[in-house]
């Protein structure tokens, strides 16, 4: 007669409190800004701190963040607000792109180590959210100030990042726009047909 190699024995399934729930959750969303675009690697951005209707977030500044006078360029202050304050924004569950932003380059930053974003709600709505932010340099100095506005594209997170995982396309380029050899990008299945 055969023996029965299996545990039988039953064990209840693991529960994890709310708030282990919760904070997963924000780490998925911050996991998935650090990684899931090629802005925050190629920039040098990381966001490093999320809970719902904000988000935090720093750059660390390189010779090509720089404008010819040695400050950082406010395209590059433009770009660390809007991708802090679109982590804030998705920390509510959906998808959603830039529909607005209205920038202020308050003072020079020059030749920082980092700088530093911070992005707050101010209101959030079934279209529209709406995002105070405010980026610093390593001293605590206000170098601008940004309101960026939101589209719900009604897509929910985990669902999107569900699907992303599965449709994963890479995409080859022999050469960037300043003649490095091989960029590489992921479209996640967006460019398939």
């Known amino acids: 007669m055969c023996e029965n190699t299996k545990d039988t024995k039953r064990t209840e399934p693991v529960k994890k409190d709310r708030r282990t729930d919760f904070m997963e959750h924000m780490d998925q969303i911050i996991n998935f ?3 899931g675009g090629t802005v925050s690697k190629h920039m040098a951005m990381k966001v490093t701190d999320a809970k719902p209707g ?6 660390l500044c390189q010779a090509f963040h720089m404008n010819p006078i040695g400050s950082v360029h406010g395209g590059m ?3 660390l607000a809007d991708f802090v ?4 924004a998705l920390t509510r569950g959906k998808v959603v792109t830039t529909a607005n ?4 380059f308050l003072n020079a930053a020059y030749m920082p180590k980092k700088l530093y974003a911070e992005a707050t709600e101010i209101k959030t709505g079934l279209c529209l959210s709406t995002y105070d932010v405010v980026v610093t340099d390593d001293n605590g100095k206000i170098i601008s100030k ?3 506005e939101f589209y719900n594209l009604r897509i929910d997170f985990d669902d999107y990042v569900n699907n992303m995982i599965h449709h994963e396309t890479d995409l080859y380029f022999d050469k960037n726009v300043f003649g490095e050899d091989k960029v590489e990008a992921k479209t996640f299945g967006l460019l398939d047909k």
């Open 77 to 79: 202050l433009f770009i």
């Open 146 to 148: 940004m309101v960026v």
């Open 33 to 35: 800004r650090n990684n």
């Open 85 to 88: 304050a679109g982590t804030a």
């Open 54 to 59: 904000w988000a935090k977030g720093e750059m």
């Open 101 to 104: 932003a209205t920038a202020y």
